[in-house]
Structure formats: C-alpha cells, structure tokens
C-alpha cells in the first residue's frame, strides 16, 4: 500500500539463507490492522521478485514461507541454489520488474482479449491464488463498494492522515536522504489527473487539495477489472496471493497492459466481503486490479539497498 515497501530482506552468510521480513516501522495500522493482511501482499510481491531475479541469474530460488510460528514478522526464507530448472519461466517476467509502474492516468475503451485474460488467470493458479474477471453488473457493484470506501475515508480522521503520512502533499513526510529526494511513498507526478466523471477505481491521493500543474480527463466508462484472491484467508495465503498478484503484474506488462491497483473497498471488513462473488471458489479478495491500455504510469522511488538488506 502506498508505496511503503514494508520489507527488509538479511543474508545468513554461514546458512546461505535469505530471510525475507516484514517491517514493523510500515505498517498502517488504520487501514491495514494487525495481522497486516496488505503488508503480507506487498512482501509476497517482493518475495516474487526475488524468484524471478534468481531465474534470471540462472539460479533456483527454494522458498519456505512461514518457517517460524514465534517469528511472525518472519516471512519467509529462501535459499539460492543452481540450476534453476528447465520447466521454469520465471526468467521470461524479469525485463517487466524495472518496467511495471503503476498507471493512475485514463486507459482506452479497446477490450483485452479473452486470450490475455486467460493466461492471466494461469498466472494467478501457478502461485496458488486465483484471479476473477467480473461481468458488467460486478463491476458496477465494486465501483460502488469503491465509492462507499471514499466516502468513509473522508470521514476517517485517522484514515486521511495515514494516507497523507505517504504521499507527497502530507505534513507528515518519510525519511528524506541527504539530497532531500524521497525514497518511499507516493509523489504528486504520479497521482495522475483528476477524473471529470469518476468512472474507474482511481484512489485520488490529493484528497480535494489543488496541486499546481495537475490537469483533469475522462476516464474510460467501463474499466476492466479483476480480482485477485484465495479460498482461504490466512497469512500464507496472503503470501501467495502477493506473489500471485505481481505474477500477473509483471505476465501484463509483457502483453502490453498497463494498471493500477484499488485496496480501498477492501480495507473496510464489510466491504471487503461484498467484493467477492459468491458463485465463485474464491472466497477471499485480496486486491482490484484495473487493466487496459493507456499511458505507462511513471516510476515512483525506491529505498536503496543498505535500507533494506542486512549481510550477517
């Protein structure tokens, strides 16, 4: 959420083991209470990550999630072996890693192929998660259930402020380096344009203020969404759905979708229950993805190793 990059990762150099942990100084507590369900995705997505730039370099990538029940903040570990197997295609996704920006700018109106949906959903099934294309009137249910979050935010005092806490316009600013450039967070060049009619499931992270420079536009009438989520609804399967979720990231950015991603509807327990169809096996949603074609997104900061990798 928001860009927090809620991780740190430490090599054991006598085991060879790498751990990856969750961060307890980013989390939400508002939006994403203990257990942290949202920041289990986020480290699931970096965990993925890792996977493929070990394919890439040639390496096996063997991951255990979860390995110490006393160590919750100890996600998983992953030891870094060779070769990496033949039937693998993680490699193939590693030139998506440095081009998949999140894109809060309007898509077309040209449909996505049934053939690109599906090997998304393939993608999701490989990490043990699945992803739903909901129908017209879904999607118009999630949009309000979207609308209906906005709405509480507005109201949550609370809420705003640890939304503000992460963007650029906030009183409230994350670490700065010594050359004053943010390393986390979101800033203002990536809120995108204001919508004229609010149509697509686009967080405004301005929350109403005027920010100089920042246009308006129509955004598509009929956004393309889809649902990622588990049967189940536990910390593994967070994990998995993490991965599962910058699986299907990085396979659409290969096939030349952009996206944005939508918690808000999910950050509210009621909410998050109504997302869901009923009629199908998923019976936990974890994120809403937006799908299309439109302008990539820009590339937003990123903390530099030494925050976030420990060589003991």
């Known amino acids: 959420m ?9 090599y054991l150099r006598e085991s060879g083991v790498l751990q990856l942990r969750g961060d307890p100084d980013r989390t939400m507590p508002r939006t994403d209470p203990a257990p942290h369900r949202a920041l289990h995705l986020g480290c699931g997505a970096a965990l993925f990550n890792l996977r493929v730039a070990a394919a890439h370099a040639g ?12 160590d919750p903040w100890l996600l998983a570990e992953v030891s870094v072996t060779g070769p990496v197997r033949d039937d ?9 890693i440095h081009r998949r920006h999140t894109s809060r700018f309007p898509f077309s109106d040209e449909e996505v192929p049934d053939a690109i949906l599906d090997g998304l959903r393939g993608a999701a099934l490989l990490e043990g998660a699945r992803l739903y294309v909901p129908d017209a009137w879904h ?3 999630v949009l309000d259930l979207v609308h ?7 109201a949550d005092a609370a809420a705003r402020a640890e939304t503000a806490r992460w963007t650029a316009t906030g009183t409230g600013t994350r670490t700065r380096d010594g050359d004053g450039a943010r390393r986390e967070g979101i800033p203002a060049y990536a809120f995108g344009p204001r919508q004229h009619d609010v149509t697509a499931p686009v967080r405004d992270f301005a929350d109403r203020r005027l920010l100089p420079g920042r246009g308006s536009a129509t955004f598509e009438k009929e956004p393309c969404l889809a649902l990622i989520g588990t049967v189940h609804d536990r910390p593994a399967d967070w994990l998995r759905a993490g991965q599962a979720l910058e699986r299907v990231l990085l396979q659409a950015t290969l096939d030349g979708l952009v996206t944005s991603l939508t918690s808000q509807a999910l950050e509210w327990p009621d909410l998050r ?5 009923p009629g199908s096996s998923m019976g936990h949603v974890h994120m809403v993805i937006r799908l299309g074609y439109g302008p990539t997104g820009p590339a937003t900061p990123r903390r530099p190793v030494p925050d976030v990798l420990d060589i003991v």
């Open 273 to 277: 229950w109504a997302v869901r169809d």
């Open 2 to 10: 928001h860009n927090a990059q809620p991780w740190r990762f430490r």
């Open 148 to 154: 209906d979050a906005e709405g509480r935010e507005a």
């Open 88 to 96: 693998s295609d993680l490699a193939a996704l590693h030139p998506a």
């Open 139 to 141: 999607v118009r249910s």
């Open 59 to 70: 390496r096996e990538a063997l991951t255990t999630l979860l390995p110490d029940p006393a």
